[in-house]
């Protein structure tokens, strides 16, 4: 087994739901025509992201207001092999776990017999179970959630169960074993990708939720880059909800980032103070903050935000790193609805020799840059192929 290269770093930033385009098959999601860049730039009358724009970002695609970069680093576009468009897959696919199969959706809410399961574990009456927008079920079941601590259970065009609690009558501790113990249950053919818990606080008519989300994902189906990065002996860290994504013992090190502040705060210091290795970060708000309620000044304001930090980042790498922008999937601001749209993520790598071109593939292109970058070898049974030499 080779040894990993010392001083050497790879950070790999995921703008969650910052698509770049529709893919081929998005009409099968109900998702054609979808573009969350290209969409968002028309509805703010032009993007302001100086730095993202210099990198290359509008050598991707056409972008209102971020003109073609004159030496853009690697760029281009990248597609994922399996189905689905939430954040697991997503994640998943960047470093080379592609699910070969959908996983189990709830357009009509969860049966009888899973509602039964939560009441009995938790004691407490469910209320909603339907797809919804997040704040809207807390908007329209909150009250009842204060009141007599009722559980409000929904899900989405994706594989999720969520539930969302009000904090003062149902304890954050007692959500989070709750869901874990949900997602236990929840296997076979209501094997969904995650189970997430949603605490809210404040009184009807304000409520808001709190910093304490959790995701309780499945663990990932087959072998990925990050097994092998940490059979080389690669140290490895998460930012965000990354580490709850691949579950318990996939990471070295957790960081918080339950904000884009926390996140960016988290990620600034580790380029400060650490000096090799894997760094994994999400950024989450363009998603759960303004992607799905369609704030279209909210979702610029947090890639004006990304990108004055992308700035910092820059200044903290060496010749030696290797960094990594793209997203998981989309949430189209100009779409029907408030769900995830099956799109493609951008790709913008900045590393010593890139050589400024464009670089078209698989999410998988990712893990396995990350793993020639830090192992100097390739994983030649999973997907994807590195854009480093």
């Known amino acids: 087994m080779s040894e990993p ?13 910052v698509g770049a385009g529709a893919l081929p098959d998005a009409a099968d999601y109900g998702d054609a025509g979808t573009n969350t860049l290209a969409h968002l730039a028309e509805l703010a009358g032009g993007l302001d992201l100086p730095n993202l724009q210099r990198l290359g970002l509008g050598s991707i695609l056409p972008l209102d207001g971020v003109p073609p970069a004159a030496s853009p680093v690697l760029h281009g576009r990248l597609h994922a092999l399996g189905p ?15 699910a070969r199969a959908p996983r ?3 357009p009509d809410g969860f049966p009888p017999e899973i509602v039964a399961t939560i009441e009995r574990a938790s004691g407490r009456r469910v209320v909603c179970n339907a797809p919804s927008d997040g704040l809207t079920a807390i908007d329209d079941h909150g009250e009842a959630a204060l009141r007599d601590g009722a559980l409000i259970v929904y899900t989405s065009q994706d594989s999720v169960l969520q539930i969302a609690a009000h904090v003062d009558a149902t304890p954050v501790e007692e959500l989070h074993r709750l869901c874990a113990q949900v997602r236990r249950v929840m296997v076979g053919e ?15 008519g304000a409520f808001e939720r709190t910093r304490e989300r959790r995701d309780f994902a499945l663990p990932p189906t087959s072998r990925s880059h990050l097994d092998e990065l940490r059979e080389a002996g690669v140290p490895t860290r998460a930012v965000g909800k990354v580490g709850q994504l691949f579950g318990p013992g996939s990471f070295d090190e957790l960081h918080p980032g339950a904000t884009n502040a926390e996140a960016i705060a988290a990620t600034t210091e580790l380029l400060e103070t650490v000096g090799d290795g894997f760094l994994f970060v999400n950024l989450i708000e363009t998603d759960q903050v303004y992607g799905h309620r369609k704030d279209v000044a909210g979702f610029h304001g947090a890639l004006r935000e990304i990108d004055a930090a992308v700035a910092r980042w820059e200044a903290l790498l ?11 999937h989309g949430v189209d601001p100009a779409h029907p609805g408030t769900d995830h749209t099956r799109e493609h993520a951008p790709l913008l790598a900045r590393f010593d020799g890139h050589g400024g071109r464009r670089h078209d593939g698989p999410l998988a292109d990712v893990g396995a840059s990350v793993l020639r970058w830090l192992a100097a070898r390739d994983a030649p049974a999973l997907p994807g192929r590195p854009f480093v030499a």
């Open 104 to 106: 189990p959706t709830y």
């Open 84 to 98: 689905g468009k939430d954040s697991t897959t997503g994640h998943w696919e960047l470093m080379g776990v592609v």
């Open 318 to 328: 060496g010749p030696g790193d290797l960094l990594v922008l793209t997203a998981d």
């Open 5 to 17: 290269r010392s001083a050497r770093r790879a950070v790999v930033v995921v703008l969650d739901a």
């Open 190 to 204: 209501h094997a969904v990708a995650r189970v997430i818990a949603r605490p809210f606080g404040g009184p009807p």
